[in-house]
């Protein structure tokens, strides 16, 4: 069975693309998905993607959606000063692991 490392990114984070097409942009995460090791942030790497006609969607036609992106490509955008950080993690006095912003030190608030 393959083990599956934990991330520095979560759903509902904001992050920055670092690499690739949309690089220097910022999002939402919306979707991590961790056995491919991509997520799918707002409004990012847009992709078309051509629907058949169906009962639910009679028309069919062209729809533009967010493609995923490979979790080496985004950065935590630190809520402190609004820049790309690295991710460290640390046990708070309940001894719960918090993730901290390598740039400020501060505590990243789970969303």
């Known amino acids: 069975m393959k083990t599956i490392k934990k991330l520095h990114i979560k759903s509902?984070?904001?992050v920055k693309v670092i690499s690739g097409n949309a690089r220097g942009k910022t999002g939402k995460v919306l979707v991590v998905q961790r056995a491919r090791?991509?997520?799918i942030v707002e409004g990012?790497?847009?992709v078309t993607k051509h629907?058949?006609?169906s009962a639910s969607n009679p028309q069919?036609?062209?729809e533009k959606t967010e493609?995923?992106?490979h979790l080496s490509n985004i950065m935590l955008v630190d809520p402190a000063?609004?820049?790309a950080t690295r991710i460290?993690?640390?046990k708070d006095e309940k001894g719960k692991l918090q993730r901290y912003s390598k740039k400020t030190g501060e505590i990243i608030k789970n969303a």
């Open 51 to 53: 629907v058949k006609p």
């Open 12 to 14: 509902g984070d904001t």
């Open 44 to 46: 990012l790497n847009m």
């Open 60 to 62: 069919g036609g062209i």
């Open 81 to 83: 000063n609004g820049e």
């Open 88 to 90: 460290g993690r640390k």
């Open 37 to 39: 090791y991509r997520a």
């Open 67 to 69: 493609a995923s992106i």
